[in-house]
Nanobody
Framework: LVQVVESGGGAVQAGASLRLSCTTP????????MAWSRQAPGKEREGVAC????????EYGNSVKGRFTISRDFAKNTLYLQMTNLKPEDTAMYYC??????????????????WGQGTQVTVSS
């Protein structure tokens, strides 16, 4: 069974940092593009960051550029999202997603085939 499992969410004050993790049991981590998306109540799911299968290219949503960093640990088959200077508008359920490698990084959630259950991030002002 191929899975992605998120962890690391929590409730923080504005300006704080959090690091989300995504473990990938059963997934060929080095042959999948990986991404983080988020969904706030009443809003559509939006792409936050993505990483190509070989970690050679990353892309970020405009609202998080300069504050969030996506990274991979190939030894641990784990994806990370380092979030700094968090804002109340970052409050959402954060999801890890994977798709078979194509060499194209994408922020469109509909292009990903494997999803986790999500981890909640709540930022208070």
């Amino acid at each position: 069974l191929v899975q992605v499992v998120e962890s690391g969410g929590g409730a923080v004050q504005a300006g704080a940092s959090l690091r989300l993790s995504c473990t990938t049991p059963g997934l060929r981590f080095d042959r999948h593009e990986m991404a983080w998306s988020r969904q706030a109540p009443g809003k559509e799911r939006e792409g936050v960051a993505c990483s190509t299968w070989n970690d050679n290219f990353e892309e970020y949503g405009n609202s998080v550029k300069g504050r969030f960093t996506i990274s991979r640990d190939f030894a641990k088959n784990t994806l990370y999202l380092q979030m700094t200077n968090l804002k109340p508008e970052d409050t959402a359920m954060y999801y890890c997603a994977a798709k078979w490698w194509s060499g194209v990084c994408s922020l469109y959630p509909e292009r990903f085939t494997t999803w986790g259950q999500g981890t909640q991030v709540t930022v208070s002002s």
